[in-house]
């Protein structure tokens, strides 16, 4: 049977019950893994499409586990996180997982989470990147909101790019930092929070109640389409 | 007034004695050289009995050596301006030595009182630095401050002044301008006035010093209990945080697939889904009893019902509560125990399930039971990876979890296991070595068959 192929990685035995039949009932195919160890195993073994990867794990941890699968394979990570364990989740976003979810979650959130990252692969490589109404020219660094040009600074068509080529991805602070300044600049993050607020001004129809550019609380930003 | 009498005999003796030495030595010596034998009556007198009594016997003895030895004997005509000569050489002795001695006197009872004053705080600030409850010590302070200052007794008062207790004069303790204190002698006493000024200043600083190191030791006592408490919330959250939402999360999971109506599941999916609300709600069931009977036990409103149980039964059925009769070899000795049986069910099974949790897959659990005339021990023997000897105590304290474990309950197991065993009489301890697994023990004062159940 069965289509795009997902690993889950959890110890806990009901969970990984659980989160199996439940993503069969979507249509996906599912292996699972209850370590480190394990996780690493079946993901070079049967590559997964995607991998939903909680952060404790009896062997090591949600991170370690995405910075060796980063060396190999850029299949999209769900981490799964707890209340208490912010700075974990960070550090694995910051090592290159894609998104989280936080336990306990609602099975149609973490649906909507794996659609979105599995749709967002195809994107980053696109010439001109379609969000919504927005229109990103990445050749010509050009914006258009509903057909009418807008002027950015080039930091800021930097940062739209960067989060539109990994649209529906949250984006850590660092990882936009790293990106639009550079591996070596010092900025700080609250030159981002700025930006990310003249963004808004020029892009979005109601800037105090942004449906473009979502902040991520203590995590980062994410693009996202209004429509889907 | 007796000192007076006896200063007057003295000196009436002193000159007698000296008058009769002077008529003896009188064949021999110009008489008018041996007036100044005198001198020896006036001296002592002088050095004992100050001067007053000094210028007495002065007077006396120039009475005497007029009345006696100078011609004409046996009259007080004072012919010749020797004799008062001699009363002047008398009188400048009764003064200079008087004075000389009071002096030494006063420097002695100074001294004295000095040495005891210091003897006194030195001891006191031994005594209050080591640490002992000031409240405690204030009123035998009292009394020896009372002894330094020359008064019936004192007591010591500390803080602001409150009225003075009837009869007594306050008498402020003050050090570097903080009022330490009060010290209330009884009214109309008489403080030695020197030792109140030197020893009460001394005394005072002493107190305060005391009284900070009260109120610091207090606090650092309050800060230990807070962060002790702290310790215990932070535990907590962490166990609130992964053994609740770990099940939460299997259930709502389960719970969103069963009830989400795009999706298709197969009958064993359905199924599993369903076993996994059952299993993890029956784990949130038992951790939140858990936490209930660690609440319980800690409030110490877990009373057992004691009742007379054969040990090896209730390990059996411990056993068979948990499923797990072909993992766990039971041997040993039957001995009788006068005890709660839910309660001793309860830490047998909590043993014997964290056995099972720690034994290498497919390997057994060893009961074994052995009873002395006084004690009978349960012995839970797993082969599992072993205790270090710092985590054997610890193990039993509430949310602990072992070093490096993350499939670990709440830990809340043996804490509740040892609260039920300490409950019934009995001791709860584990023996290990590491890479040699661990041993719990559970120790219960053993019961007498009671001769109608004799066979």
Known sequence: ?228 | MKRLATGLLASAVAVAVVTAAIELLKPYVPVLSLGVLYVFAVLPIAVFYGMGMAVVVSVASMLAFNWFHLPPVHTFTLADSENWFALAVYLATAVVVSELAARARRRAVAAEQRERESALLAELATELLRGRPLEDELGAIGERAADVLGVESAEIELGAQHRPPRGTSPLPLEAADRNVGTLYTPEGSDPNVAARNRFLPALAALLAVAVDQDRLQGEALEAEALRRSDLVKTALLRAVSHDLRSPLTGIRTAVGALRSETLTLTPEDRTALLETIDVDSARLNRLVDDLLDLSRLEAGGAAPAPELWALDDLVREAVDALGARDRVEIAGESPLVNVDGTQLQRVLANLIENALKYSPPGSAVHVRITATRKEAIVRVVDQGPGLPEYELDRIFEPFYRRSGDTRAGAGLGLAIARGFAAANGGRLWAESRPGQGTTFAVALPVVEVPAELKA
């Not at chain 1, 909507?112 to 010509?140: C, F, K, N, Q, T």
């Not at chain 1, 003249?198 to 449906?211: G, I, N, T, V, W």
């Open chain 1, 1 to 228: 049977m069965s289509g795009r192929h997902v690993l889950v990685v959890d110890d806990e035995p009901q969970i990984l019950r659980a989160l199996g039949a439940t993503l069969r009932g979507a249509g996906y195919s599912v292996d699972s893994a209850a370590t480190a160890e394990e996780a690493l195993t079946a993901a070079a073994a049967r590559p997964p499409e995607a991998i939903i990867l909680d952060l404790v794990l009896p062997d090591g941890n949600g991170t370690d586990v995405t910075r060796e699968l980063r060396s190999w394979s850029d299949a999209p990570v769900i981490v799964l996180s707890a209340v208490g364990e912010e700075r974990a989740k960070i550090a694995a976003l910051d090592a290159g997982a894609d998104d989280y979810v936080t336990k306990p979650f609602s099975v149609d959130e973490l649906l909507a989470r794996l659609r979105a990252v599995l749709r967002r692969r195809a994107a980053s490589a696109e010439p001109i990147i379609e969000v919504g109404d927005l229109r990103i020219d990445v050749a010509e660094h050009t914006v258009a909101v509903g057909g009418e040009r807008v002027k950015l600074s080039p930091h800021e068509f930097d940062l739209l790019r960067v989060l539109a080529q990994n649209r529906g991805k949250l984006m850590t602070h660092r990882a936009l930092l790293r990106e639009v300044w550079g591996p070596s600049y010092q900025v700080e993050a609250h030159y981002l929070h700025v930006y990310v607020s003249h963004l808004r001004r020029k892009l979005e129809p109601d800037p105090a109640s942004p449906r473009y550019l979502l902040t991520e609380p203590g995590a980062g930003y994410r693009l996202v389409d209004p429509g889907v």
